[in-house]
């Protein structure tokens, strides 16, 4: 009989393309080299799952690396984490006002040097000298997604030192120019009407609880900025691609189920603390922008994450520390959190384990349909011989008491501290590598690589 070097043996593999069945699972270097009836393979090493799920790893596109710390830091404290939580791949959300083909080297050696698991870049367009770059960014550089920074509209001046506002004319050649683009690319967008919404900036009452910055950030604000994005997109024949991040409000949830019953291609993302919170129950820890709003909308998103309007999850994941976090009021405090290591788990608890979702529906939301999005797939978010061996295997049963301790990474705080989530990664494989087992991260910093894309 072959030996493999990794097999992960007897568990309950769980796909979105072939559904779920009882099987060995054998990696070979790092990809996935066979799939087979249990207890037939055997392995250099493995992994016994008997009565526990393996799982594509998840992807968390939606992380920023460098905001509030040191970005080679970042890297290596949050992609550690990560691996408690059965990520195995993030898509960095990364802007600066450089030029990207000047800078972006310098970058990825900081990323390489201390990842403990993938991660692809997604590069924030605030310039007209960033729409030019675009054609070479693809091809030389090997990044196809973007972002569209709509909320920075008339700040993009002042934050990051620029000559003009972000105005629509550089979000409409932004779009052309993807579109134009001989490879399949992804545009990541930020829902907010700048002329609806108040800036923070401007402070309201001291004593000012959660629910203020639901009346500064309207849904009706986010819903009409998505479908306005959604309908250029179209014009140029890119809603295919189109991708609404963090959608916090049931309004724009349904918008977008009208859209796609209309014919629209677009992609939706929520995040889990939108699926997990209310603002009644929400302090200066929960502060972000979109904000976490009511019962009716948490709902409403559940059941769009069922019914398949919402594809992904993604977090938003910003590494800060209490005292950088919490100011004297709701003003004071600064904006973000960290999600990446809790966001599978929560998805099992609150979704699968709380039978608002299937588990194949959770896998779909967590790593397939993400890797489709972000044009990672097949390489990842699925479990067949060829793709690269990121494998997940879950104790659906096991409850855990969240605190930063347990979640291994950067942040002193979670806004889920306390709360008993049951669903829980025993083990983690990162191409191949046995990355996490037992509670312990065993991988090791700088193994993680750029997804260059098209795969």
Not at 91 to 109: E, H, S, T
Not at 112 to 139: C, K, M, Q, W
Not at 335 to 359: H, K, Y
């Given at each position: 009989?072959?030996?493999?070097?990794?097999?992960?043996?007897?568990?309950?593999?769980?796909?979105?393309?072939?559904?779920?069945?009882?099987?060995?699972?054998?990696?070979?270097?790092?990809?996935?080299?066979?799939?087979?009836?249990?207890?037939?393979?055997?392995?250099?090493?493995?992994?016994?799952?008997?009565?526990?799920?393996?799982?594509?790893?998840?992807?968390?596109?939606?992380?920023?690396?460098?905001?509030?710390?040191?970005?080679?830091?970042?890297?290596?404290?949050?992609?550690?984490?990560?691996?408690?939580?059965?990520?195995?791949?993030?898509?960095?959300?990364?802007?600066?006002?450089?030029?990207?083909?000047?800078?972006?080297?310098?970058?990825?050696?900081?990323?390489?040097?201390?990842?403990?698991?993938?991660?692809?870049?997604?590069?924030?367009?605030?310039?007209?000298?960033?729409?030019?770059?675009?054609?070479?960014?693809?091809?030389?550089?090997?990044?196809?997604?973007?972002?569209?920074?709509?909320l920075y509209k008339y700040l993009a001046r002042g934050k990051f030192g620029l000559d003009r506002?972000?105005?629509?004319?550089?979000?409409?050649?932004?779009?052309?120019?993807?579109?134009?683009?001989?490879?399949?690319?992804?545009?990541?967008?930020?829902?907010?009407?700048?002329?609806?919404?108040?800036?923070?900036?401007?402070?309201?009452?001291?004593?000012?609880?959660?629910?203020?910055?639901?009346?500064?950030?309207?849904?009706?604000?986010?819903?009409?900025?998505?479908?306005?994005?959604a309908s250029l997109a179209k014009t140029h024949g890119y809603d295919d691609h189109f991708y609404?991040?963090?959608?916090?409000?049931?309004?724009?949830?349904?918008?977008?189920?009208?859209?796609r019953d209309a014919g629209y291609g677009a992609w939706g993302e929520t995040c889990p603390h939108?699926?997990?919170?209310?603002?009644?129950?929400?302090?200066?820890?929960?502060?972000?922008?979109?904000?976490?709003?009511?019962?009716?909308?948490?709902?409403?998103?559940?059941?769009?994450?069922?019914?398949?309007?919402?594809?992904?999850?993604?977090?938003?994941?910003?590494?800060?520390?209490?005292?950088?976090?919490?100011?004297?009021?709701?003003?004071?405090?600064?904006?973000?959190?960290?999600?990446?290591?809790?966001?599978?788990?929560?998805?099992?608890?609150?979704?699968?384990?709380?039978?608002?979702?299937?588990?194949?529906?959770?896998?779909?939301?967590?790593?397939?349909?993400?890797?489709?999005?972000?044009?990672?797939?097949?390489?990842?978010?699925?479990?067949?011989?060829?793709?690269?061996?990121?494998?997940?295997?879950?104790?659906?049963?096991?409850?855990?008491?969240?605190?930063?301790?347990?979640?291994?990474?950067?942040?002193?705080?979670?806004?889920?501290?306390?709360?008993?989530?049951?669903?829980?990664?025993?083990?983690?494989?990162?191409?191949?590598?046995?990355?996490?087992?037992?509670?312990?991260?065993?991988?090791?910093?700088?193994?993680?690589?750029?997804?260059?894309?098209?795969?």
């Amino acid at each position: 009989m072959r030996t493999h070097d990794l097999v992960v043996r007897n568990g309950t593999v769980v796909t979105v393309e072939h559904g779920t069945f009882r099987a060995d699972v054998a990696a070979d270097g790092d990809v996935i080299s066979a799939i087979a009836a249990p207890n037939t393979l055997s392995g250099d090493d493995e992994i016994d799952a008997t009565g526990k799920y393996v799982l594509p790893g998840a992807i968390d596109p939606h992380v920023h690396y460098g905001l509030s710390h040191d970005y080679a830091e970042d890297h290596a404290t949050e992609t550690h984490g990560d691996l408690v939580g059965g990520v195995t791949t993030v898509g960095n959300i990364f802007r600066r006002p450089d030029p990207y083909l000047a800078v972006m080297d310098g970058y990825v050696a900081q990323s390489e040097a201390n990842s403990y698991h993938d991660y692809f870049y997604t590069l924030g367009v605030l310039t007209e000298t960033h729409v030019g770059e675009l054609p070479r960014i693809v091809s030389e550089l090997g990044i196809t997604s973007f972002k569209w920074y709509v909320l920075y509209k008339y700040l993009a001046r002042g934050k990051f030192g620029l000559d003009r506002d972000l105005l629509d004319d550089i979000g409409d050649e932004m779009v052309r120019s993807l579109a134009a683009v001989d490879a399949p690319t992804t545009l990541g967008y930020h829902s907010e009407n700048p002329e609806l919404t108040q800036s923070l900036l401007d402070p309201g009452p001291a004593d000012a609880g959660y629910d203020a910055l639901r009346e500064r950030f309207p849904g009706s604000a986010e819903a009409q900025s998505m479908v306005a994005g959604a309908s250029l997109a179209k014009t140029h024949g890119y809603d295919d691609h189109f991708y609404a991040v963090h959608i916090s409000s049931g309004t724009t949830a349904n918008e977008l189920a009208a859209l796609r019953d209309a014919g629209y291609g677009a992609w939706g993302e929520t995040c889990p603390h939108y699926l997990t919170f209310t603002s009644e129950a929400c302090d200066e820890r929960m502060k972000v922008t979109p904000p976490i709003r009511s019962a009716w909308d948490r709902d409403t998103l559940w059941a769009r994450v069922a019914d398949g309007t919402i594809s992904c999850i993604g977090t938003d994941h910003v590494r800060n520390t209490t005292a950088e976090k919490v100011g004297a009021d709701i003003w004071e405090t600064g904006l973000a959190f960290s999600g990446t290591q809790t966001m599978l788990p929560l998805l099992l608890s609150e979704g699968v384990n709380a039978g608002r979702i299937s588990l194949e529906r959770a896998v779909a939301v967590t790593s397939t349909n993400t890797a489709r999005a972000w044009k990672l797939y097949p390489k990842k978010g699925t479990i067949r011989v060829g793709a690269d061996a990121d494998l997940v295997v879950v104790d659906l049963d096991e409850t855990k008491t969240v605190t930063p301790d347990l979640l291994q990474a950067g942040s002193d705080y979670s806004i889920y501290h306390g709360k008993a989530v049951t669903g829980w990664p025993t083990h983690t494989v990162v191409r191949g590598q046995v990355a996490f087992a037992e509670g312990a991260v065993v991988g090791d910093k700088g193994y993680g690589t750029q997804v260059r894309r098209p795969v």
